[in-house]
């Protein structure tokens, strides 16, 4: 997921990322954009672990719950391919639900960035992990199905190493390669490929359901 969303990620988050990553210098030297990625993958992870832990309180090992999170999961997956070839916006509106809380977490996070030391830019990325992102919270809801702290951690974490490519990518890519990433023909594949990931998904579920009927 976290590849897939490559273009996504350059479009939504290209502009904030090239901000972190060099207060408008060319190329930002590589210690300060894992700075600010690492805290980003922080907060990524920190998300999952308490996704999964509420998931685990909730549902438990309970089968027919841990087969509906399946089953939301396969939507969500649905939903972001639709989202990333821009046929359906509809995880647009979970991202308006995160964006008070950015709101007031951005004032913060832009003071940090003009700090020079690594630890107050790697604090910044921390804060940046918080930026209302559909993609994000399509990964979550796998985070969910993992139905423990340390697997819904770790599932956000591979996550956000699939997205760190495309932010490593402000400054160092060619403008060529980012208009190939950003562009809607990139876009488009990687989201039908998503769709049919996640009805492949939903396929299991249902036959999961059928055999536990």
Not at 23 to 45: D, E, H, M, T
Not at 59 to 65: L, S
Not at 130 to 149: D, K
Not at 172 to 195: C, K, N
């Amino acid at each position: 997921m976290g590849l897939a969303g490559a273009g996504h990620c350059l479009v939504m988050c290209g502009g904030l990322a090239g901000a972190m990553g060099g207060n408008g210098q060319q190329r930002a030297p590589l210690s300060v954009l894992f700075s600010y990625n690492l805290g980003r993958l922080a907060s990524y992870s920190l998300a999952g672990a308490l996704v999964g832990a509420l998931s685990q309180a909730a549902f438990g090992q309970f089968a027919p719950a841990l087969l509906a999170l399946r089953f939301l999961a396969a939507f969500f997956l649905i939903a972001f391919g639709c989202y990333l070839g821009q046929w359906w916006l509809g995880l647009q509106r979970l991202e308006a639900l995160g964006r008070p809380l950015w709101q007031k977490l951005a004032p913060t996070a832009a003071t940090l960035r003009q700090q020079q030391s690594l630890p107050a830019r790697f604090f910044a990325g921390v804060l940046w992990g918080w930026l209302p992102c559909g993609l994000v919270y399509s990964a979550l809801s796998w985070a969910a199905l993992s139905a423990t702290p340390a697997s819904g951690a770790l599932y956000m974490l591979a996550f956000g190493l699939g997205t760190l490519p495309a932010m490593l990518a402000i400054g160092w890519f060619s403008g060529a390669v980012q208009s190939i990433l950003r562009g809607q023909g990139f876009r488009q594949a990687m989201g039908a490929l998503m769709i049919v990931y996640g009805l492949w998904v939903a396929v299991i579920a249902l036959r999961q359901a059928l055999a536990m009927s």
